[in-house]
């Protein structure tokens, strides 16, 4: 959870009293699992930041599956390009459990960019670092097979949302088999498959519905 605005990735480097005159701008919001943020094609007025909770960013295939693109852990943003090009959100935003966010109308947000030129410089990292992100897992769905996607994907995520524990890295949120599905392009069977074979190997294994990484060089390996 993030406790103060200095926790989130856009606004550090500001000053105490910098952070209190940014909070005047700010809207706060929850939402239940599952609820919906945004959709797609709505009107992009606001960026939001997580606070509390997880969200997943999707798109619905062709065929109607849900395609997990992106999930936003607290301390960062989502809905950013598309505020700030004025086009409608591209992809749905969905809460994955009991979530808090921080809401920032364009209009404010303008003003803020305009008061404070470090947070239009750490907006513009942030925003080059998911596009390459993205641009990673959209190469990787085309070129490298299944399970170098997926040991990729955990290792991505061990890295953003992990926790080190005694019996290895664990992945800090519940991670279905149909997520994992979804967010590397594959079915629900071949996640199963590939993961049952991880655990057989001795790479992963799962507690309380958490992923545990208990051998980081032998994944990062299967995902070069």
């Not at 103060?4 to 940014?22: C, P, V, Y």
């Not at 057989?200 to 032998?218: N, Q, Y």
């Amino acid at each position: 959870m993030i406790e103060d605005l200095s926790e989130i990735t856009i606004f550090k480097g500001l000053a105490e009293e910098e952070l209190k005159e940014l909070d005047g701008y700010l809207k706060r919001e929850r939402y239940n699992k599952r609820d919906i943020i945004f959709g797609e094609g709505d009107p992009s007025d606001f960026l939001y930041i997580v606070k509390k909770g997880k969200v997943k960013i999707t798109k619905m295939s062709q065929e109607g599956k849900e395609i997990i693109l992106e999930i936003i852990s607290p301390g960062d943003m989502f809905g950013a390009v598309a505020v700030l090009q004025g086009f409608p959100y591209p992809a749905n935003a969905v809460a994955m459990e009991k979530t808090e966010v921080i809401k920032l109308h364009r209009n404010a947000l303008m003003r803020i960019l305009d008061r404070f030129p470090s947070v239009m410089y750490c907006l513009a990292m942030n925003i080059g670092e998911r596009m390459r992100g993205s641009h990673e897992m959209l190469k990787n769905i085309a070129l490298e097979r299944v399970e170098a996607r997926i040991a990729a994907l955990l290792l991505k995520l061990a890295d953003k949302m992990g926790e080190d524990t005694e019996e290895g890295r664990a992945i800090n949120m519940k991670l279905t088999k149909q997520d994992v599905a979804d967010m590397v392009g594959t079915t629900v069977e071949t996640s199963i498959r590939t993961m049952s074979k991880f655990k057989k190997r001795g790479l992963i294994k799962e507690k309380g519905g958490r992923v545990i990484i208990t051998d980081l060089p032998a994944l990062r390996e299967i995902s070069s």
